[in-house]
């Protein structure tokens, strides 16, 4: 046998390296994308209160703050009933009269109804 020659073994070794190399260098490459990381751009649902009066106004937000926004995927009205941040263990409830709640990872108003890549289920 020639010491070039890859045994079964070592072929598929190397391939699954290669694979994981792929796979965490487009997470990395999508991570860090762009240098202007935007909020999605959502309609307000007319159906839904909460975000007809909106809970994006992020204008005393840092440029960082709003980026994290972005990163996390933060949308005011998501398609995934069972992901609200309603019901989310990271939510924080509206003060008063504001329709508008908080998170404990993300600056800025929170629609009861939105959703980021961060949600996490309340504990029962």
Not at 19 to 31: F, N, R, Y
Not at 45 to 61: E, F, H, I, K, R
Not at 83 to 88: I, L, M, Q, T, V
Request: glycine share 10%; with cysteine; proline share 6%.
């Amino acid at each position: 046998m020639n010491s070039n020659d890859l045994s079964r073994r070592d072929f598929f070794l190397r391939a699954s390296a290669l694979g994981v190399a792929a796979v965490g260098g487009s997470a990395l490459l999508a991570a860090c994308g762009g240098k202007e990381a935007a909020t999605p751009d959502v309609p307000a649902a007319a159906s839904d209160p909460v975000a007809a009066g909106g809970c994006n106004d992020v204008t005393g937000l840092t440029e960082q703050e709003k980026q994290m926004r972005g990163a996390l995927q933060y949308i005011e009205v998501t398609e995934i009933p069972d992901k609200r941040c309603d019901n989310c263990q990271l939510y924080i409830e509206p003060e008063g009269t504001s329709a508008c709640g908080a998170c404990k990872i993300l600056k800025g108003p929170v629609a009861p109804a939105g959703h980021c890549t961060s949600w996490a289920a309340k504990p029962a």
